[in-house]
């Protein structure tokens, strides 16, 4: 069965067998999707991941366009049946926004997709919890539903400590100001200021400087801190502080 209209409302195929789903992100916020379906002998359905959707096309992995038909309000696609993996690629926009200088996205879609970022980028956060990127610089995320935020060009502030014979450089990474930073050997602590609130704040943290276990107050209340990506010879400190202080 075809459906001939070019925005069908309903649609009659079985859900489409996704193959993978790749969202690729630039460093000015744009979105560039790729699902491939694999190969059916009946029409599929596809859902589209949800923005506003532009240049979308439909081909084989040749690049050979195939037919296909928009179902919904431009939010699906459904493709005839093939002996071949479908590619359907679109541009998303009106998803990704900048608030307090974060690309923030509040992503939902049921299929495993991967992520890739801007070479930019060393470091986002999943609900708010980091993650360091690798070399293949991006993330899987599983029947994802998220709120995806990152830095681009976050500024980097390096505090150089001596202590007994040996000099050691903190790394303070924030869109926040970083003032009045302290070293204190003897209560073992690191105090600073920082000038805005609901700022991530990132601490790297040579282990042989300061070791664990690591406890993080704001105007002596304990906050919350994410500790990851210990090294063996650096640990980094995440918390996002609801006030300055």
Not at 105 to 118: C, D, G, M, Q, V
Not at 148 to 165: G, P, R, T
């Amino acid at each position: 069965s075809i459906i001939p209209v070019a925005n069908a409302q309903i649609s009659i195929g079985e859900k489409a067998v996704q193959k993978s789903v790749e969202v690729i992100i630039n460093s000015v916020g744009d979105v560039h999707v790729k699902h491939v379906v694999k190969s059916s002998n009946s029409p599929n359905d596809l859902e589209l991941i949800i923005g506003t959707v532009s240049n979308l096309s439909v081909t084989n992995e040749q690049g050979e366009e195939k037919l296909f038909s928009i179902t919904g309000d431009n939010n699906g696609v459904l493709i005839q049946p093939s002996t071949e993996n479908s590619v359907i690629e679109y541009e998303l926009d009106q998803v990704l926004s900048q608030i307090d200088d974060v690309w923030t996205w509040n992503f939902r879609y049921l299929e495993s997709t991967s992520f890739i970022f801007p070479e930019e980028v060393d470091l986002i956060f999943v609900n708010e919890n980091p993650a360091i990127l690798g070399e293949q610089r991006g993330i899987m995320c599983h029947g994802c539903q998220m709120v995806l935020e990152y830095s681009i060009n976050e500024a980097k502030i390096f505090k150089n400590v001596k202590w007994e014979d040996k000099e050691f450089v903190v790394e303070i990474r924030s869109h926040s100001n970083i003032d009045n930073f302290i070293f204190d050997q003897p209560t073992k602590s690191i105090i600073f200021d920082v000038s805005k609130e609901n700022r991530f704040v990132t601490t790297v943290i040579p282990l042989e400087l300061l070791w664990e276990p690591y406890l993080v107050f704001l105007d002596d209340e304990k906050i919350h801190v994410n500790k990851f990506n210990n090294n063996g010879t650096h640990i980094w400190l995440n918390i996002k502080p609801e006030t300055a202080g």
